[in-house]
């Protein structure tokens, strides 16, 4: 019988383990397949990669946006973060296209959209906070006014502000917060509830020919704290006019104007301010006050609408307390979500 000879083939046709390099260099080959060297790659996805460097642009440079027409700058600032959706979109068609140049231009907006919020995607609540404040519009024409009026005060604020009150449904909102907050005052279509006592309450003139803005002193345990409580008109996105928002910069100049009188060391602004802190027509109001989302927050704590919300037109900003932790409530029958913070009463200086 004629002997077989088994012969153990050998790594050059085996099938013996494969050495790690070769698999490394089989996987980059099948990724590639040479394409590196090949010069098209560079040349396809110059229209995709000229779209990508403009949304890093707009993002960068938004406060260069001039709002002489329709006030283009403050309508793309009030969905400035929305942009950063566009970012996978182009993503995917550089790799559909398969262009080297349009997948690297990706990376500028990417980098630009991770500096303007990457600090949003971050939880940093913290656990302190003598004091905790809320905010709500309710919506004038609210169905619900009474399961709206235990909802906010079920979150246990110290101090709650109202925006969008009608006279009438003052009352119901009076009964159904009198058993939680002994003090309060509505003016206007603005009120605030406190469960520690209100001094010094007055309006507040934001050039409306109406009050819709009003401030007061909270006398809390540890110590004095003016509370303002706005609700700046509304905006307005119209296909011939574009966005519509000269009277609420005005009435924002002027709320700013009070804000920056103001002789109490500790201050927080409580309301509906139609605007986002990214919106440049702001200023005269962000530039003297901390948002507490932005440095206590967890996500972007989008207020509005109710339903889907994209922005956070709803404030709630401090000076001189320090905030530590804010976040949205659950829905109510508005069409905003209310919003929360607890901060913290500081003293001296």
């Not at 309710?138 to 235990?150: H, L």
């Not at 009352?171 to 509505?186: F, G, I, M, N, W």
């Not at 509005?304 to 029958?333: C, H, Y």
Request: glycine residues 10%; charged residues 20%; hydrophobic residues 45%.
């Amino acid at each position: 019988m004629a002997q077989q000879a088994y012969m153990t083939e050998t790594d050059n046709g085996g099938s013996g383990p494969e050495p790690r390099g070769d698999r490394l260099r089989r996987l980059y080959d099948r990724l590639l397949g040479g394409r590196l060297g090949d010069r098209r790659i560079w040349r396809r996805g110059v229209v995709l990669a000229v779209c990508a460097v403009l949304l890093a642009v707009v993002m960068m440079l938004h406060s260069r946006i001039p709002n002489m027409i329709g006030n283009l700058g403050s309508l793309i600032e009030t969905f400035l973060p929305w942009l950063g959706l566009l970012i996978p979109v182009l993503l995917l068609l550089a790799v559909v296209r398969k262009s080297a140049t349009a997948l690297i231009a990706v990376l500028l907006p990417a980098l630009v959209w991770l500096n303007l919020f990457g600090g949003q995607l971050t939880d940093k609540t913290a656990s302190g906070g003598g004091l905790t404040v809320a905010t709500h519009n309710v919506n004038a024409e609210n169905p619900d006014p009474v399961g709206t009026a235990r909802e906010v005060a079920a979150s246990g604020a110290d101090v709650l502000a109202l925006e969008e009150l009608t006279e009438s449904a003052v009352p119901t909102y009076e009964k159904a917060l009198d058993s939680t907050y002994p003090y309060h005052s509505v003016q206007g279509t603005v009120g605030v509830w406190s469960k520690y006592p209100l001094t010094g309450v007055r309006a507040v003139d934001i050039d409306l020919g109406w009050t819709r803005a009003m401030r007061a002193t909270v006398t809390a345990p540890a110590g004095q704290v003016a509370v303002y409580v706005a609700h700046l008109p509304s905006v307005r996105v119209k296909m011939e006019a574009g966005f519509t928002a000269r009277q609420r910069d005005r009435s924002a100049d002027f709320l700013g104007e009070a804000i920056a009188h103001e002789p109490l060391r500790n201050v927080v602004l409580l309301g509906d301010l139609n605007g986002t802190m990214n919106d440049r027509a702001l200023n005269a109001v962000t530039s003297q006050m901390r948002s507490t989302q932005g440095a206590a927050g967890n996500g972007f704590g989008f207020s509005w609408p109710a339903s889907f919300p994209m922005a956070r037109i709803d404030q709630i900003m401090v000076r001189g307390l320090k905030p530590e932790s804010s976040w949205t409530l659950p829905e109510t029958a508005s069409d905003h979500l209310p919003i929360a913070a607890r901060v913290s009463v500081t003293t001296g200086g």
